[in-house]
């Protein structure tokens, strides 16, 4: 059975502080998940000391009068952090995963060994940057937040025309609101990214609660990426659309539910668990009444009754004006 790729998004979550990196990573071992991913930038490469932080950003700051770049300073990871993070999730025997924000970050990810990138929605119409991952790594996860299918094909052409072939990437659907409303996550979206790119397919999912990755999941998602955090009530721009660690591990859990359910065969054909319920929910023909031996069977001495072990129902045409070979009791099964 082939399992759903399950990327938990630690991302900033930890608030800049590394020991809360450590229980992130703790909480995705208890999930499950098969990575962790946290983001890997430099602030001031990443945003203009004039940016502006967005709207949810501010709500979830509580701080209107500081800057994106301000915000992120207090949210970045130094190299040190990452080695001992790394080094941590090797402990715990969870892969480590990160999204590069900017060149030198990329080009950091790439030092360190990790083969797969992950393009961010906010990096689609960044060519440079595309290029610059294209020749660093063999593996792309791409998020389209915000991206119409043009977008999509001229940074997935990006990575063709440097070799890296299709089965190595993976188009996640995604919508950058956070959190998504219900009405805006248009899950047929993905279907259409599928379909029109030939890739594997995926979702990055921003919505409050656990039933969209899942449905995705049930809809040909390979891959579902997620945040969470340790408490959602946490100062910070995304702890309020992420989920807490036991809502974490009923996605998990819900997703490899899904998984096994539809790892079947594709026939519609009895399952090995439910033979054994076939004699006990179907019906036979059987006497409605004492039949004696030479009677004509008719709709008058015969029913229909549990268990399924005799002559079948459909059959009944075939029964109906033969002969009893025998006596019969009322409720036994009609033999020919």
Not at 141 to 169: R, Y
Request: aromatic content about 6%.
């Amino acid at each position: 059975m082939k399992q759903t790729i399950i990327i938990a998004e630690a991302g900033v979550n930890h608030n800049g502080i590394l020991e809360n990196a450590f229980k992130l990573v703790d909480a995705a071992v208890a999930a499950g998940v098969d990575y962790v991913k946290f983001q890997t930038f430099k602030a001031e490469k990443l945003v203009s000391s004039k940016a502006k932080k967005a709207d949810y950003q501010i709500d979830n700051t509580k701080n209107s009068d500081e800057s994106q770049l301000q915000m992120l300073q207090k949210l970045e990871l130094s190299v040190k952090d990452h080695e001992e993070l790394i080094s941590y999730c090797k402990t715990k025997n969870i892969k480590f995963f990160s999204t590069a924000f900017d060149l030198d970050s990329l080009s950091y990810l790439a030092e360190i060994g990790l083969d797969m990138v992950k393009i961010p929605s906010g990096e689609i119409t960044n060519l440079p940057y595309l290029r610059v991952a294209a020749n660093l790594f063999s593996k792309v996860i791409l998020s389209t937040g915000m991206a119409t299918i043009a977008e999509i094909k001229e940074a997935l052409d990006v990575f063709l025309n440097e070799g890296i072939p299709k089965e190595e990437i993976t188009i996640l659907h995604c919508n950058t609101e956070y959190p998504t409303p219900m009405s805006d996550v248009n899950l047929k979206a993905m279907i259409h990214i599928g379909n029109t790119f030939n890739t594997a397919i995926g979702y990055s999912d921003h919505t409050l609660g656990i039933e969209v990755p899942i449905a995705a999941v049930a809809l040909g998602a390979t891959m579902i990426e997620k945040h969470f955090t340790l408490d959602k009530t946490m100062e910070g721009p995304d702890h309020p659309a992420s989920l807490e660690p036991d809502e974490l591990k009923a996605m998990v859990s819900a997703i490899r539910n899904i998984d096994s359910a539809i790892s079947g065969n594709g026939l519609k054909e009895p399952s090995p668990s439910e033979f054994k319920n076939i004699s006990v929910a179907r019906k036979s023909i059987v006497a409605q009444k004492m039949i004696s031996k030479g009677e004509i069977f008719t709709v008058d001495n015969l029913t229909v009754k549990r268990p399924g072990t005799g002559i079948s129902p459909m059959k009944w045409d075939e029964v109906i004006g033969k002969t009893a070979g025998r006596d019969f009791q009322e409720d036994e099964l009609i033999e020919l």
